[in-house]
Antibody
Framework: QITLKESGPTLVKPTQTLTLTCTFS??????????VGWIRQPPGKALEWLAL???????RYSPSLKSRLTITKDTSKNQVVLTMTNMDPVDTATYYC?????????????WGQGTLVTVSS | QSALTQPASVSGSPGQSITISCTGS?????????VSWYQQHPGQAPKLMIY???NRPSGVSNRFSGSKSGNTASLTISGLQAEDEADYYC??????????FGGGTKLTVL
């Protein structure tokens, strides 16, 4: 059974850097084709894809946020870390991490429960 | 990369069929067979319902089906049930090797 859980601060101040950790079980990020992605959802709004890291350490970012995002993995700890710099109140959202199976380029399955991050002074 | 276009809302009665569209461009939906659909109930994480246009993950009801024509992908739900009431999102791979979601569609079961 694959599970993922996001962790990190619930409140950050404007201009600060957000660091979120996704801790997973039930799969290995060293398995060919596998990836872990980050997706966010502002309250009452649509999903937005942020970043994806593959088993071979290839990384993909949302073009609109690329300059602010960094995704890394620690295969031995079964963790993926997302950092987002220069946080702004518009970045207030629930942040999800999700498993990207080897057989799908666009399908994330399953997702973590999500963690709400509020940006406010 | 602009978000894919979905209708804001659709509705149907129990037992009926509904279709949700997801329109992009030749740089995303039209260029690749990498479109997936997610169902999200209030307060819950999204759930994968269809991947790569028309494939159902294990455990997803065969009442859910997907297709694509040109730059538009579609999700069809047949035999509508009350439990299908949720938000639905499409996502597509893009020519810049990134991913882009649709704006979401709220399905109401009358």
């Amino acid at each position: 059974q694959i599970t993922l859980k996001e962790s990190g601060p619930t409140l950050v101040k404007p201009t600060q850097t957000l660091t979120l950790t996704c801790t997973f079980s039930g799969f290995s990020l060293s398995t060919s084709g596998v990836g872990v992605g980050w997706i966010r959802q502002p309250p009452g709004k649509a999903l937005e894809w942020l970043a994806l890291i593959y088993w071979d350490d290839d990384k993909r970012y949302s073009p609109s946020l690329k300059s602010r995002l960094t995704i890394t993995k620690d295969t031995s700890k079964n963790q993926v870390v997302l950092t987002m710099t220069n946080m702004d109140p518009v970045d207030t959202a629930t942040y999800y991490c999700a498993h990207r199976p080897y057989y799908s380029l666009s399908g994330f399955d399953p997702w973590g429960q999500g963690t709400l991050v509020t940006v406010s002074s | 990369q602009s978000a894919l276009t979905q209708p804001a809302s659709v509705s149907g009665s129990p037992g009926q069929s509904i279709t949700i569209s997801c329109t992009g461009s030749s740089s995303d939906v039209g260029g690749y067979n990498y479109v997936s659909w997610y169902q999200q109930h209030p307060g819950q994480a999204p759930k994968l319902m269809i991947y790569e246009v028309s494939n159902r993950p294990s455990g997803v009801s065969n009442r859910f089906s997907g297709s694509k024509s040109g730059n538009t992908a579609s999700l069809t739900i047949s035999g509508l049930q009350a439990e299908d009431e949720a938000d639905y999102y499409c996502i597509s791979y893009t020519s810049s090797s990134s991913l882009v979601f649709g704006g979401g569609t709220k399905l109401t079961v009358l």
